[in-house]
């Protein structure tokens, strides 16, 4: 859920979760009774679906793994939707401000070449070996240490994800709705649970699916209706300009040559190996958060088709996260009709209420004089019309959705902060019961008694999550911590998982270190750079790198150089007989024949299309 | 979802035409009775009529198309 991390939340300098504990002195939005029974309507729904599939999940296969019996589309959406929560709408709609299209590269080029690999190239290792898990999968291939490594890395990973959802949830309603934090964190716990525990992964998938539909049945109006009142794409173009002096922010690569250059202080090649390859590969490939909702597929061919199916909705995700960034520059209004201008988060914090930062800060924003004036002589707190980045997208809603709309529009965002905590705690219960309480603690269970325990880890999880919550909350310290998990891990599991896929050499105990040696790699660039900010220059390899730069190409060094240890480890060691590999690398494994279909329904026909269709869309935004 | 039971695609449908009728509803009382939530922009387009009449008509297709007992996806 928490995958790729927006920009904002990201790029520590921008501001952190945390900073949205500062909250306005007013809601952004007030729900009327429309809106509330839409809301309501939400909830009843999806507890009901959680009862219903009560009788369906008995056995381990059916609770873990949905019965793999999901069909393409339906892994598709639930793949694709486990990275659309609500974090990431609202702050990669703040990015989309910040920085303009550059932010879009999250959605194509970090993403879309992945999503393929994964479906044409890396499902039918995951298929065949019929692993529960990625945590399993590395236990067929590199044995037990390897596994319980990964296992429990991803498994407090998992856990302290879910504490952020359930806390951002609560954040987002306050300042949007004014709604108390505790009755945020109770209800949403209590639905998420009841859901979960009862129906298993085919529950969660099944809410995935649902707020996918919510996502862009609420979301989509604001930038049709933006783009109407904006004079189209032509009029968005000339009043950005005209705002901002510069139309980088309509360009995807062509600012990308040098750092400095571009807003984001990125250059191509941190783009492309960084993101597109060591961040994107590793989480759309390995991570198993969205990898166990492909496994739950009814059969290979739905496999492979399902990140296909799922890239398609992924390249058109941008027109509801990243047009309303934009459209923010030049349509939200302050009261008295001028424009208004977003702050960076950073900003905002120190001015709600007003600390000694604030001042400097204001200087560096945009604001006018007189603005900055206002701002400083406000004793209480901030100004009303004083906003960060982050709540770009719902005041964009409040500007164009009414009654019963606008409740559209919020459930929206709270089925995906559940659906992100839904998600976090069914891997973690999938993870937790096969790959650590089975093979450290019972492995002599029987199936029922293992679906007892998963049941169980979901409900201890919720409540571990909410302790993780709390901490994470006191504690602005950790929440850097927090966001750089899984940008510190993702990159050594690629490069481990990858080698152990694709070169049989690979042996057990390269694999082993390979991944413990990378993740302490990762660890110690993120800790270099987060006492000594100026060493982002190394990392980055440019003194006019920005914080978003020091994540792409930390994620690039630290895959290399877990590629270099296995590959040094695997050459002085023996490695394993082939036939003890068959099922797991390539090469040594016969795929299975799959039926002929015609062109229309083979994966390679959709595949190409995507591939058109993103070569496209980067050309004309070139 | 493959197998017996109740399709994801029947449940999605009941929500949408709750929600439709929902919203419908309310843009027919706003249009009818004049009366609009001050700070929003582009009450002329009447919005939550044809956004949620459309959202009433696909739930409707859904829960016709995916209903219990019928099979399909």
């Not at chain 1, 609560?170 to 004014?178: D, E, Q, R, W, Y």
């Not at chain 1, 190409?553 to 630290?558: E, K, M, N, V």
């Not at chain 1, 002929?596 to 190409?608: C, D, I, L, Q």
Request: hydrophobic share 55%; charged share 10%; with cysteine.
């Amino acid at each position: 859920m928490f995958g790729l991390v927006p920009a904002c939340l990201a790029a520590g300098s921008i501001g952190s979760l945390p900073s949205f504990l500062a909250f306005s002195a007013a809601p952004l939005a007030r729900l009327g009774s429309w809106d509330i029974a839409v809301i309501a309507l939400y909830f009843g729904m999806v507890i009901w679906i959680g009862f219903y599939l009560r009788g369906r999940t008995n056995t381990g296969e059916e609770f873990f793994m949905a019965g793999r019996q999901m069909t393409a589309w339906i892994a598709g959406l639930s793949f694709v939707s486990a990275n659309l929560g609500s974090l990431e709408l609202m702050g990669w709609a703040g990015s989309a401000y910040q920085y303009g299209i550059l932010a879009t590269h999250w959605y194509w080029v970090g993403a879309i070449p992945a999503m393929l690999f994964l479906g044409l190239v890396m499902m039918p290792f995951y298929y065949v070996s019929k692993t529960h898990s990625v945590p399993g999968y590395l236990f067929l291939r590199y044995g037990e240490h390897a596994r319980v490594l990964a296992a429990i890395s991803f498994a407090l990973e998992m856990i302290l994800m879910s504490g952020v959802n359930m806390f951002a949830m609560a954040v987002v309603m306050k300042v949007v709705l004014g709604w108390s934090y505790t009755f945020s964190i109770v209800v949403s716990a209590f639905a998420v649970t009841l859901y979960v525990a009862l129906g298993g992964l085919r529950s969660a998938i099944f809410n995935e699916v649902l707020q996918f539909v919510l996502i862009w049945g609420g979301a989509l109006l604001v930038p049709v209706l933006g783009m109407i009142q904006a004079g189209g794409v032509s009029g968005l173009k000339t009043q950005i300009i005209a705002n901002m002096h510069s139309d980088s922010y309509f360009h995807l690569w062509r600012d990308t040559g040098q750092f400095a250059a571009n807003p984001m202080g990125v250059h191509w090649t941190g783009i492309v190996f960084g993101l597109g390859f060591a961040i994107s590969f590793g989480y759309w490939t390995t991570d198993f958060l969205v990898v166990q909702r492909v496994l739950a597929a009814h059969n290979l061919r739905a496999a492979r088709m399902a990140p296909i199916i799922g890239s398609f909705f992924k390249m058109a995700v941008p027109f509801i996260v990243i047009l309303p960034g934009l459209l923010g520059l030049v349509l939200l209004q302050n009261p008295d009709g001028s424009r208004m201008q977003l702050v960076p988060q950073d900003t905002w914090k120190a001015c709600a209420p007003i600390s000694p930062d604030c001042a400097p800060l204001l200087k560096q924003t945009s604001l006018s004089p007189a603005v900055q004036r206002d701002v400083l002589e406000q004793k209480e707190g901030p100004r009303s019309d004083l906003h960060s980045y982050n709540e770009v997208l719902p005041l964009m809603m409040v500007r164009y959705l009414g009654p019963g709309l606008l409740g559209l529009g919020i459930t929206a965002l709270i089925a995906g902060f559940m659906s992100g905590m839904a998600g976090n705690v069914s891997a973690f219960s999938t993870v937790w019961t096969y790959d650590i309480y089975k093979p450290l603690i019972n492995k002599k269970g029987f199936d029922s008694h293992y679906v007892l325990v998963g049941r169980a880890s979901i409900v201890l999880g919720v409540l571990v999550s909410i302790g993780a919550g709390y901490l994470v909350q006191k504690s602005h310290g950790i929440m850097d911590y927090v966001q750089a998990l899984f940008s510190i891990f993702i990159a050594p599991l690629l490069a481990t998982i990858l080698l152990g896929m694709f070169w049989k050499r690979a042996t057990r105990i390269a694999g082993f270190l390979g991944l413990l040696l990378g993740i302490a790699f990762s660890a110690g660039l993120f800790e270099w750079v987060h006492l000594y900010p100026a060493k982002l220059a190394y990392v980055a390899l440019s003194p006019d790198a920005k914080p978003m730069a020091e994540n792409v190409f930390r994620a690039l060094w630290a895959c290399l150089f877990t590629a270099l240890v296995i590959f040094v480890v695997s050459m002085f060691t023996k490695p394993r007989p082939a036939a003890e590999l068959e099922g797991l690398v390539y090469g040594v494994t016969p795929l299975p024949k799959e039926d002929p279909v015609p062109f229309y329904k083979n994966e390679w026909t959709w595949a190409g299309l995507v591939v058109v269709i993103f070569c496209a869309l980067n050309i004309l935004f070139w | 979802m493959h197998g017996s039971g109740i399709p994801i695609w029947f449940f999605i449908g009941v929500l949408l035409v709750a929600y439709g009728a929902i919203i419908f509803c309310y843009g027919v009382y706003e249009w009818h009775s004049g009366i609009y939530p001050p700070l929003v922009q582009l009450t002329n387009l009447h919005t939550p009529v044809w956004w949620g009449g459309m959202l009433l008509a696909l739930g409707v297709v859904y829960v016709v198309k995916f209903r219990p007992g019928r099979g399909g996806e």
